[in-house]
């Protein structure tokens, strides 16, 4: 399963519509959007293709950088038709040193089926997280690289555990992208199939760029 995490920016959005449009009914994709912008309109265009189509997506509902930083309940607000259908959809929330608060969310917004992003900073030992990872309600977690012992922490739990690779080669400037001839994405699905962990272990990856190749890259 594909887990593509991006930026709820202008193209990012367009991309993702476009993608619907070239795999609507493929269940091996779960975008993990994360809004940046206090104006909802492309965002709303963008969740309610996903809706028509049938299309599940990930929601980051509180995030760590852009206009809407603290601004949890402006963002349920704004699109509150689009997520008015809870089964549609899955609330995400990125986990720093904010565990109590996570927490007192879920329970508050009574969230069922919820996916956790853990940061580079998160203390597994930290008595607060240990309780957000024991909720029920947690599905999903997505980890950075490979950590191997918040990843046993988490299996202990009975949790999806879901790892976060960025492979995307950045350039200065967006018109290097043009003579950039076609790449290899990654080996690593090949190497979970030949060591026997494919079904311990989910990939995540991040590049827009790569979102209509996808379906080509499927283990």
């Known amino acids: 399963m594909y887990y593509p995490y991006l930026r709820g920016k202008q193209f990012e959005l367009l991309a993702l519509r476009e993608f619907i449009d070239f795999n609507e009914g493929d269940s091996k994709i779960l975008p993990v959007i994360e809004p940046v912008k206090a104006s909802f309109n492309s965002m709303k265009i963008a969740l309610n293709k996903f809706i028509g189509a049938d299309f599940p997506f990930a929601l980051v509902l509180n995030p760590q950088c852009g206009e ?75 980890i950075s690289g490979d950590n191997r012992t918040l990843k046993r922490k988490l299996n202990k739990f009975g949790k999806e555990v879901i790892r976060f690779d960025d492979q995307f080669k950045p350039q200065k400037k967006n018109a290097d992208y043009v003579d950039i001839s076609e790449e290899r994405f990654t080996e690593e699905h090949r190497v979970l199939l030949m060591t026997g962990t494919a079904d311990l272990e989910i990939t995540l990856y991040y590049r827009v760029t790569t979102l209509k190749e996808v379906d080509c890259l499927m283990l």
């Open 68 to 142: 809407v930083v603290g601004k949890m309940r402006l963002i349920l607000n704004e699109l509150s038709d689009e997520l008015s259908d809870r089964k549609r959809w899955i609330p995400a929330y990125i986990v720093t040193s904010n565990s109590e608060k996570i927490k007192k969310s879920i329970e508050v917004e009574e969230f069922q089926k919820v996916m956790l992003i853990c940061t580079g900073s998160v203390d597994i030992d930290d008595s607060n997280f240990i309780e957000l990872i024991e909720l029920p309600q947690i599905t999903k977690v997505l």
